[in-house]
């Protein structure tokens, strides 16, 4: 599968952006679907992750109840809505999707098989 997201951009402090991850092939809801950023001198960080179904997801404690995955299986995308941004938030943000069966939602690089090209989001203050 490819993956590309998109949507990222330049945002004050407080305001909002939504990014998608648009995949090819006809197999995405097989996919387990995740959100990463690194921003410079740091290491890959997980952001969150969504289910094949979009029934269940998880995120990492610094964007709960700011960010909220989603995903069409039919559109074969998924997003991650972005509240509340802070000066921190600032990353290249990329989407993997994982092949592999799981009976839980990865949250490290090496758990996922494939990875998309980044966009970058930048929070000013």
């Known amino acids: 599968v490819q993956l590309q997201a998109s949507g990222g951009g330049l945002v004050q402090a407080g305001g909002s952006l939504r990014l998608s991850c648009a995949a090819s092939?006809?197999?995405?809801?097989?996919?387990?679907m995740g959100w990463f950023r690194q921003a410079p001198g740091m290491e890959r960080e997980f952001v969150g992750a969504?289910?094949?179904?979009?029934?269940?997801?998880t995120y990492t404690d610094s964007v709960k109840g700011r960010f909220a995955i989603s995903r069409d299986n039919a559109k074969n995308t998924v997003s991650l809505q972005m509240n509340s941004l802070k000066p921190g938030d600032t990353a290249v943000y990329c989407c993997?999707?994982?092949?592999?069966?799981?009976?839980?939602?990865?949250?490290?690089?090496?758990?996922?098989?494939?990875w998309g090209q980044g966009t970058q989001v930048t929070v000013s203050s």
């Open positions: 993997a999707a994982r092949s592999r069966g799981t009976y839980y939602l990865p949250t490290v690089p090496w758990e996922y098989d494939y």
């Open positions: 092939g006809r197999t995405f809801s097989r996919y387990v």
């Open positions: 969504i289910v094949r179904s979009g029934g269940n997801t």
